[in-house]
């Protein structure tokens, strides 16, 4: 599917992958912010369900203590586009280590 921005949806899903992880990397929780729909609902497992202010909240208090290491790749699995919908499905791998001199 076409856009007016001449970019097809699958290639603006790529592009908001790679802005997510960069922004994530970057410490910048207003573009990652930027990137949630309100009613988004993140499923994590072993979790409740969690809202964009619940994990507003969460990065947050997790960067308070300060920055920590990110390093993550996302393999694009499926990308189905249906209309205004759009589905995906990654394999992410992600290593997080803890601000410098941080437990």
Excluded: C, Y
């Amino acid at each position: 599917m076409e856009n007016p921005s001449g970019r097809n949806d699958d290639q603006q899903i790529r592009e908001l992958v790679t802005t997510w992880m960069s922004a994530t990397k970057g410490g910048d929780l207003d573009a990652l912010l930027a990137l949630i729909a309100e009613d988004a609902v993140f499923l994590t497992p072993g979790q409740k369900p969690m809202s964009k202010d619940d994990f507003a909240s969460l990065q947050k208090a997790q960067w308070a203590k300060g920055l920590p290491g990110f390093d993550a790749t996302s393999t694009i699995q499926e990308i189905k586009v249906l209309g205004d919908w759009a589905f995906m499905w990654t394999k992410l791998a992600i290593a997080i280590t803890p601000p410098q001199g941080g437990q």
